[in-house]
Each structure stands twice: as C-alpha cells, then as structure tokens.
C-alpha cells in the first residue's frame, strides 16, 4: 500500500500537523508545527540581561513559568547575582505550582477526552476547572499571575511573600486534595493502547521531580544508565539540533538518538535512583513495565508526578512558615554567559545568554521540551502506524490513535517555534 | 438567543486563550448560554463555519494567518482582537516579524493585556449578549469611576477613561518643550492630564497636536473638521484647497501613492482648484538673518521659552485664507487661527474611499514654494546653544521632532518604524520639490 495522508491536530498548545507516507510496507510519520517562527532568540539581543525572563516568558503562555525561571538562573548568573536559599526553594515552588497545575489541564481536557465517554468528560473537566481555579490562586500569591509571572526581579522578588502568603497559599492548595486523588485515580484505570518505545532513552535534570528549578548550575542530567553534566560549553554536543523542511520548528537528538523528556523520563529516572519515597515508589514499581516500554503510558507518568508534585509542594508550603530571607547576595566578578536548566512541564528546558561588559545580551540560545521531543514523538509514531498498517486499521482509527499518542506527550508548539527560521 | 463564540490563534504564545480556560470563564458561558462552536485548544475543532464573536489571539506573521483572519473576519459578526499581539502585533513585533490583526480586517472590539484578564473578556462577552452598546476602548480600570476624567477645551480633548498611561504623550510633550501633560495621583488612580486639569489653552498648550498623533489609544483627540468641509464642497460654497508640501509628501507616503495621485485623490473629492502651498512662500524674508516661524505652535512656545528672544529677529508668518478656501496641513496648531484648516490625517480616511488603482495623477493648478533654501531648526535646545540668540543666517524653527514631515496631524503609516517613515516622507518631499521649483 502507498500513499500519504495529513491532518492537524487539536487538544494541543498551538497548531501542528502529522502526516504518514506508506510506501510498499514502509511506513514514515512526520510531526511538524504550523505556527510561525517568532524570533524570541533574537529579539533579546541587546537588551539588558536584566528584562530578558520578563521577555522570555512570553515565549509561551501555557508554560510560562519555565521559561520565566530559566532566563532568570542564566541572567542571574551572568550579573554575578547569587540568591539566598529561601528564594531558591520559592522559585522552585512556584514552577512546580506551574507544573501541577499544566498537568491537571492536560490530563483532564486534552488528554482523558481520548479514552471518556462524552458525558464522563463533562463531568471530569467541571472537576478539573473547579481545581485549576485553586492551583492558580495559589500561583498567584507567589507568582503575581498564571501567564508571565510577575513578582520578581533578579535575585529577589518584589512582592510581599511571608508567612500569611504562604499560609493563604497552602490552604488553597489543600483545598483541591481529594479532588487531585479522584482524578488521578481515573487516570491510572485508562487502558492505554500498546506500543514498544523504539527508543526508550528518558532524559531529565538529576534530582528532579523533587527539585525543578536549581539553585545555579552545574546541572546534572540522567538517565537510567548515565549521568552527564552539562554547563555553557558543552550543551550543544550533548543536545544536538537540526532543522527540517517541513516544520518551522528544530528537533533534537541525544547521544545521535531520539529521546523523551517530560514526567515519563522524571519519574523512571527517580525511581531507579531512589528519589520517590517508599510509598509512591511501590505504587510507580507496579507501572515500571508499561512506563519503561510504552510512550503512551506518559498519561500514568502525569498522574504520579501530580500526586508527588502535589504532595512535596504541601510539605515544602509547610516548612515556609518561619520568617524568610530574601535578600541577595552580589559577586564582585560577573560572568560573559549564563546557562539556565529547569524541569518544565513537558520536560528539560535550556536557556543560554552570553552578555558583554554592560550586561547586554550578545548571544541568546534555547531548547526546549517539545523540541527535545519531537524525533521522539516521530520515532513512536511510525511505529505506531506500522503495527496499524499490518493489522488493516482504518485510517480513521489511525487518526485517532496517533492523535492520543501526541497528546500523550502534550507537546507545545508556541515554545517551539521561539526560534529564527535557520534556513 | 444561543450566542455562538469561537476561538482563533494566530502566531502567538496562547497564553491568552490558556487564562480563559478556567471555572469562572465557562460557568459565565453556561450561565449567558453561550456555546462554542469553535476553539481547537479545548477539541472543539470542527470547520468553523459562523460564530456571533471571534476571539482572535496573536498576530499576523505568515500567509497561514492571513489566511485564518480573513476566514474569521467573513463568518464572524463581532471580531475581537484579544491580547497585546492582536491589538499592537506584540512581543515579536519588536523585530518587525509581526503585524496587528487591524492592519488586515476591521476589528470591533479589543481586549488589552499580555495575557489578558478574564474579566474584561467577560465584561465584553457579557455586554454583547445582552445587547448592551461596548465602546471600542473602554475604561482600564473596572473599579476606578468612570465619566470624571475628560479635558476638552473645544479643540484638544483628553478622554482620561480611555487612556492606557502608556506616558507616550507625556515624553513627546517634553520634548518639544511644552511639558503640559504629566502623570497626576497615584497607584491605581494615576491618571494623565494637564495641571490641575485645567483646559489645555489655560496650561500652556501650543497646540502642535502631537499628543494626538502619538496616543496609541486614541484617548486625545481633537475634533474633526472634515464633514463639515465635504458638506461646503458638495455645496459649492469651497473651491479651493491650499495644500503644504510637507502634506501632500506625508499623505502620499502613508498611502503608497504619488504625490500627484494625492493632486488628484483631491480633485475626485470634489476641490475644483488644488494649489500647491508653503506657508514660508507668504513671508516678506528680512534683510538680515532671523529666524522664521512656521507655524501659530511655534510662536506660542518661543515666547515660553525665555531664549532672550528680543534679541531675536524672529518674523512670523500671518496667513490669512481667502473664502471658499480650505488649508491643508499637517500642523495641527493652525486650526488654532484659522476658520477652515483640515490635517493631513484627517483627509486621509476621505482619499481611502478611493480606488488608488485608478489614479493616474494629476499636476496642481498652481505652486507656492518658500523663495530661497533656509535652515530647519527643529528644537529649542538647537535655539538655545545660539550664542546670545544672535542668529547669523535665516532658520525656519519648526517644534515637530523630524521637522513639519512628522507634525501633530500626521497621517497614519502601518507598520514602520518612526525613522523610516521620515526618511520616506523626506524623499517624497524633495521629488515633488524638484519636479516643481
């Protein structure tokens, strides 16, 4: 059987298309986006390091908070800024608050409505909305808004966080417990569909998902046989980007291979080295098969996460009740380059800024998730259509299928196509 | 009646629709009875095929978008530019990439903010459900009282609801060196407005206008003369339109047209006589050196000024337009003196009903240009660094920044930069000058 076959797809963060060519038996699927390059890369250069996490945040609104951290660690290390514990530990919460609450919109509008009969949608995304709401008061105290937060400058945030802020927080999270557990709960009785990763190779920042945002680098990355560091100077040969023809944004391979980023390479790479506490880890033991082996059980990887992001931010709130220090500390020596690494949503997200004297940025580079992503999105996808193609599926069903499984990875297209147009 | 909503994203972050998807958005549909019936971030992704409102987010970078706005804009009955990007072309405009929504379809109605904040994408919604008028731009601030904050003086008005505190008019007002407007309370009530809100003729105003021309709200305005002027042509009773060059080269370059297409733009409007005019042409040019005054705005700030101006041989142009004449210009501070003074930017909605395709151009029925080349000064701090204000050769002092090509009644250029549209202006200016000295 020959032919090629496209279509654009909803229920994701921006627009994108898959197409799928049959040739004789050999199946190729292509996953590219369709919204326009925007330059952010660029449009930074020459400004003061200083705005560029204001900037930067821009770069998504659906995963804002990232994008937001990662341009402040690298600014910050290039203005020879060093901030104080507390604020570490604040910034942390905040993007797991961001992480959480991505999460929860994924699992129960874009993701569940691929497995749920119509009406039990209905009633699972009313759940869903009521605790977004929650999640994002709680975002709010500390991190001004949901979209391109604004409560902090480098080094320091502007506005008044104590005790109260922390406790108004913290009850608005408590708030969405029971709920958080009745849709995770859903989540993990899906039976996903079948599906041998082609390459299970799961990347993700060492210590995560329990820490997201370093305090400064060196970051160590893992997977679940290596650990590799990685600073200013080596990032490139260690996440090698190209360009294709047919999509305005990069893909990305790791060691010449595509691998995965996101809560399936978090959690796995935890658990083999020993970062989820007993109880989730019995739980997680029990999935290991399906989330080593299968991109769709990226699903049950959201759901863990949930529940330990949920937890940990809980017990973190906790801690805070004490008086904070949040004052920062100056270096007298600045650096030509700062490197950022965070834990988005989605997965492993870069920022890199090299500055001259004045602090103005000379040279701004970012990859993100969904770019890291994308090869392996395309990988698991053609081998998806093989399977189908062999036992006669209709397209209709291929459609369907391959659609759950993008969703699965819940890739974002705005933060993809950040980039100038390299050719 | 079941309102239908859709949902459009064009080169954007998504970070606006992404706010919207929460409890307090969907219960108020439910409760209005709105329905989607298009919007692919929450799976309502069937062909969009006619909605009440479209909610356009992010600009327009390539032809996909075109595209997708212009298929908006057909099936749709309100278009909303929602978010920074649609409303100004954004982050990513900073790069020229990008252009607002506006520069492709009509909009009626906008929401500011990057993202935008659920309640005034509610307020909105709600008022078009109900049936209820929305003025285009209406008040910032939901909880601040409305109807107090107007400035209007018959000629300059400052609608203080409508303005955004960008401090545009602020900045330029001081750089011409008239420093009327300036930021007034604090907080959530920093307003702009003149001392004490006092009319602006009583602040010092010198009516350059350039306040109007750089509100990117339209929150200062100033009321137009142009009905009133077509009514007088149909009727007969005008004639006659007396054209600036610096006009005639800004209206030709925000119109990608010639400036003898403008001639004859102005002729199909109904102004039998088309005369190309410079104000300088009028002036008696002293024996020695002084300094000429191009228009009432810089006479006012000069004599503010304390530039030891007795000194000074400063020479005034005192125009005086015969009846059945309308002046054409691009200072706004004329309308200040003279009974029928019509700006650049007010003629250009006119000459865009007009298929430009169809211009071939048309010569002016006579020209009078300034007698002999003289420098343009184009600040007071220029003035001021003259040693003891003893000119030695004759200027002409014009207050705009960028001189009269970028006056307080300039028309609208989409999409460039400040300096190229000078640069394009100047070269319009000196085609026309060197075809006609």
């Known amino acids: ?423 | 009646m079941v309102l239908k909503l859709a949902v459009v994203a064009l080169s954007g972050c998504d970070g606006c629709q992404y706010n919207l998807v929460t409890d307090e958005f969907f219960s108020f549909l439910k409760r209005r009875g709105i329905e989607i019936s298009y919007w692919p971030l929450v799976g309502a992704s069937k062909e969009f095929e006619a909605s009440d409102v479209t909610l356009v987010e992010g600009s327009v970078i390539s032809e996909r978008d075109v595209e997708v706005l212009k298929k908006a804009r057909e099936r749709s009955k309100y278009l909303v530019a929602m978010g920074t990007c649609a409303l100004l072309g954004g982050v990513q405009g900073g790069l020229g990439l990008s252009k607002p929504v506006g520069s492709y379809v009509s909009v009626d109605h906008y929401v500011r903010g990057c993202p935008v904040t659920i309640s005034e994408v509610v307020d909105l919604l709600d008022k078009i459900a109900l049936g209820r008028r929305w003025r285009l731009g209406e008040s910032r601030f939901e909880y601040v009282e409305r109807g107090a904050g107007v400035i209007n003086d018959g000629l300059l008005l400052l609608d203080q609801d409508k303005c955004i505190v960008c401090g545009r008019c602020i900045d330029v007002c001081a750089r011409v060196g008239a420093k009327v407007l300036n930021y007034t309370y604090r907080g959530i009530n920093t307003l702009i407005s003149t001392p004490y809100g006092e009319p602006f003729g009583k602040s010092g105003c010198v009516y350059c206008g350039l306040c109007a021309a750089y509100c990117p709200v339209g929150a200062i305005s100033y009321k137009s003369n142009m009905e009133k002027v077509i009514s007088e042509v149909s009727k007969g009773s005008i004639s006659e339109i007396l054209v600036e060059p610096e006009a005639l080269a800004a209206l030709a370059e925000s119109e990608n047209i010639t400036p003898l297409q403008v001639v004859e733009g102005l002729k199909i409007l109904g102004f039998r006589r088309v005369v190309v005019f410079d104000p300088l042409s009028q002036v008696e040019l002293p024996r020695g050196n002084a300094i000429l005054l191009r228009s009432p705005a810089e006479r006012e700030l000069l004599q503010r000024a304390s530039l030891g101006s007795e000194k000074m041989n400063i020479v005034d142009i005192d125009l005086k337009i015969p009846p059945g004449t309308v002046y054409l210009t691009q200072c706004f501070s004329w309308r200040f003196k003279l009974p029928r003074v019509i700006t650049s930017r007010e003629i250009q909605l006119a000459l865009r009903r007009l298929n430009y395709a169809t211009l071939r151009g048309d010569r002016p029925d006579e020209v009078f240009l300034s007698k002999r080349g003289v420098r343009r000064v184009s600040s007071l701090e220029e003035l001021r660094a003259i040693p003891g204000g003893r000119v030695s050769e004759t200027l002409v002092f014009e207050l705009c920044p960028g001189g009269c090509l970028l006056g307080g009644g300039q028309p609208v250029s989409d999409g460039k930069k400040l300096s190229k549209i000078l640069e394009d202006r100047k070269n319009k200016l000196q085609e026309l000058l060197t075809a006609w000295t």
């Open chain 1, 1 to 423: 059987m020959s032919g090629r076959f496209s279509w654009e797809i909803d229920r994701v963060a921006g627009e994108s298309k898959v197409e799928v060519f049959l040739d004789n038996g050999m199946v190729r699927v292509t996953y590219g986006s369709l919204l326009s390059v925007r330059g952010f890369e660029r449009l930074v250069v020459g400004r003061y390091v200083g705005d560029v996490p204001m900037i930067a945040a821009r770069i998504c609104g659906v995963c804002s908070h990232p994008h937001f951290w990662a341009a402040a660690i690298a600014a910050e290390q290039a203005a020879g800024i060093e901030v104080s514990d507390d604020v570490a530990k604040i910034r942390d919460i905040c993007n797991k608050l961001g992480l959480l609450q991505n999460h929860v919109v994924h699992l129960g509008l874009l993701a569940l409505p691929d497995y749920l009969s119509k009406e039990e949608v209905e009633r699972v995304s009313r759940a869903v909305l009521a605790v977004n709401t929650d999640i994002v008061s709680a975002m709010k105290l500390l991190c001004g808004r949901l979209t391109s937060p604004n409560s902090y400058r480098l080094g320091r945030f502007f506005t008044r966080i104590d005790r109260r802020t922390i406790a108004t927080a913290l009850k608005h999270l408590k708030e969405v417990g029971k709920a958080l557990e009745e849709l995770i709960e859903r989540v993990l009785k899906i039976d996903i569909p079948s599906l041998r990763d082609p390459s299970p190779v799961g990347l993700s920042l060492s210590g995560s998902p329990a820490i997201t945002v370093p305090k400064m680098g060196p970051y160590l990355l893992e997977t679940p046989s290596e650990r590799t560091e990685i600073h200013s100077k080596n990032y490139k040969n260690v996440l090698v980007e190209a360009s294709t023809d047919y999509s305005t944004s990069k893909k990305c391979v790791y060691n010449g291979k595509p691998f995965h980023v996101g809560a399936r390479a978090r959690l796995l790479n935890a658990l083999k080295s020993g970062g989820l506490d007993s109880e989730l880890k019995d739980v997680v033991s029990g999935y290991e098969n399906l989330l080593e082996g299968n991109p769709f059980s990226n699903i049950y990887a959201k759901a863990f996460e949930t529940k330990m992001v949920f937890d940990l931010l809980i017990r973190e709130l906790d801690e805070l009740d004490r008086e904070l220090k949040l004052e920062p500390t100056y270096a007298s020596r600045i650096s030509s380059s700062g490197i950022g690494v965070v834990e988005a949503p989605r997965g492993l997200l870069v920022h890199y800024y090299e500055v001259d004297e004045e602090l103005r940025v000379t040279r701004a580079d970012i990859v993100t998730p969904t770019v890291m992503n994308t090869q392996h999105i395309e990988a698991s996808a053609t081998a998806l259509v093989g399977d189908l193609m062999a036992s006669k599926a209709s397209e209709s069903s291929v459609k369907k299928l391959v659609e759950a499984l993008v969703r699965a990875y819940d890739p974002c297209i705005p933060c993809a196509v950040h980039v100038i147009k390299t050719r």
